[in-house]
């Protein structure tokens, strides 16, 4: 038994266990939902802006440019970003699972 531990009754120890594993469970479905559901809602957001203000020629204003910009990096960066933080979030340094 480590040394952190040894003030620690068994029931005590069981009960840190279980906690663990359930944290452990509700992290493996909670982090890839949440990474999932910025993805698809910032790739669809950024896109729809894009088409928007390209698509009809009155919105092609100075500012909308710089929205269009701004969208343009955006959506590259979920693109490229989310998926390695959320990999990164749910897998260990040699790219084993967690959990």
Do not use: Q
């Amino acid at each position: 038994m480590s040394h952190c531990h040894k003030n620690m009754s068994e029931s005590e120890m069981n009960a840190a266990k279980a906690w663990f594993e359930r944290f452990e469970l509700i992290s493996s479905i909670a982090i890839p939902t949440v990474f999932g559901i910025v993805f698809v809602v910032g790739l669809i957001g950024n896109a729809t802006l894009i088409y928007t203000i390209l698509a009809n020629k009155w919105m092609r204003t100075k500012s909308n440019v710089l929205i269009v910009s701004l969208a343009v990096g955006d959506f590259l960066l979920i693109l490229v970003s989310v998926p390695f933080t959320a990999l990164f979030y749910t897998t260990d340094r040699y790219g084993h699972s967690y959990y």
